[in-house]
């Protein structure tokens, strides 16, 4: 009898560690899945864009960077965005890509907020 429990409970903890790191696992990627799906907004200048891609140039100085965006049907574009003119991109992390949700002219976003 003893060594039936024994068996049991051993029997048990081998299935029990399984499904707790499942559980965990499981908790973690609900976690990471909404953290990428958040907003950012920056501003920049425009480098390049075509069709598919935006890239901008932000910040000043030695904090100077280019920042790549993907763009598709879905994107919302506000003014006339050419290489030069000053843009706000709103964007979310999307797998290893930054996709951009709108993308707004300085003019088009001041105009916006006046109304």
């Keep these: ?44 200048v425009v480098k390049s864009i075509d069709s598919s891609n935006l890239i901008i140039e932000h910040g000043s100085g030695k904090k100077r960077k280019e920042m790549t965006f993907a763009l598709d049907t879905t994107t919302r574009r506000e003014g006339d965005i050419n290489v030069g003119s000053t843009v706000e991109v709103r964007y979310h992390g999307n797998a290893s890509k930054l996709m951009a949700l709108d993308v707004k002219t300085k003019t088009a976003a001041k105009k916006t907020a006046a109304h």
Excluded at 18 to 35: N, R
């Design 1 to 44: 009898m003893q060594k039936m429990r024994t068996a049991a409970i051993v029997l048990v903890s081998i299935l029990a560690v399984p499904v707790a790191g499942f559980a965990a696992a499981a908790t973690d990627s609900k976690t990471k899945s909404t953290s990428s799906s958040a907003s950012h907004t920056t501003e920049g």
